[in-house]
């Protein structure tokens, strides 16, 4: 079976950096996916990683170790309008079809 | 605003009713998919069309009934909802459906409540 677990709430404060940890196990992988959902809107793709190492995108980089099933997100210089949902998600089929873990709701305030 | 564009944003509809949610995306993506949100969830796959045909079925009701009419619209028909069927529907749509360095790009989706 296919599990994708990440925290469910974390908070941090306008201004810092914070980590969004995902670990995976799925019976295949050909990516990870990081999207950011505000509350009532489309999930917006943020980044991937299909190798081991990291992405940056301007103030988001994520990471991905393969061996270890894990890979995190990293925000810096929070600003209020971070605050969303960011759901991490495994492509673990030769289609481009995506298994979403349950989102960690990232509050930021001032 | 996303390139994925789904009618209408809000439905409301009773259990006999038959009506269908629209998706149209214009970046000459071949796959386009359905997914499913319930709230504080994270979203669930149900249909992958993949050049204009029905590559995955994640054993969906046959209540829902998806088409392709061409490669830049994705219907989805509704006949005989169930209240648990009250839900955010996604559509999304990507490059190609077997390539692997191709993000899915949703729509804003349309939020459906059964009666």
């Known amino acids: 079976g296919q599990n994708i677990d990440q925290p469910t709430e974390m908070t941090a404060t306008e201004g810092a950096i914070v980590q969004i940890n995902c670990t995976y196990q799925t019976s295949g992988f050909n990516g990870l996916f990081w999207y950011q959902q505000h509350a009532g809107e489309a999930p917006t793709f943020l980044s991937y990683n299909v190798l081991d190492g990291l992405e940056e995108k301007g103030r988001f980089s994520s990471f991905l170790s393969r061996s270890k099933g894990y890979s995190y997100l990293l925000l810096k210089e929070l600003q209020m309008k971070d605050s969303a949902s960011y759901l991490c998600?495994?492509?673990?089929?030769?289609?481009?079809?995506?298994?979403f873990g349950k989102g960690t709701m990232l509050l930021v305030s001032p | 605003d996303t390139e994925v564009t789904q009618t209408p944003k809000h439905l409301v509809m009773g259990m006999t009713n038959k009506k269908s949610l629209k998706c149209e995306q214009h970046m000459g993506h071949r796959a386009m998919y359905w997914y499913k949100q319930k709230a504080k969830k994270p979203p669930e796959l149900m249909f992958v069309y993949s050049y204009e045909k029905l590559s995955i079925n994640e054993s969906v009701p046959s209540r829902f009934s998806p088409e392709c009419p061409n490669s830049s619209l994705l219907n989805l028909h509704l006949h005989a909802l169930q209240p648990e069927d009250s839900a955010l529907y996604l559509c999304?749509?990507?490059?190609?459906?077997?390539?692997?360095?191709?993000?899915?790009?949703f729509g804003d989706g349309t939020r459906l409540s059964i009666l």
């Open positions: 998600a495994v492509r673990d089929r030769g289609y481009s079809t995506l298994t």
């Open positions: 999304a749509s990507s490059q190609g459906a077997e390539g692997i360095n191709q993000p899915q790009h």
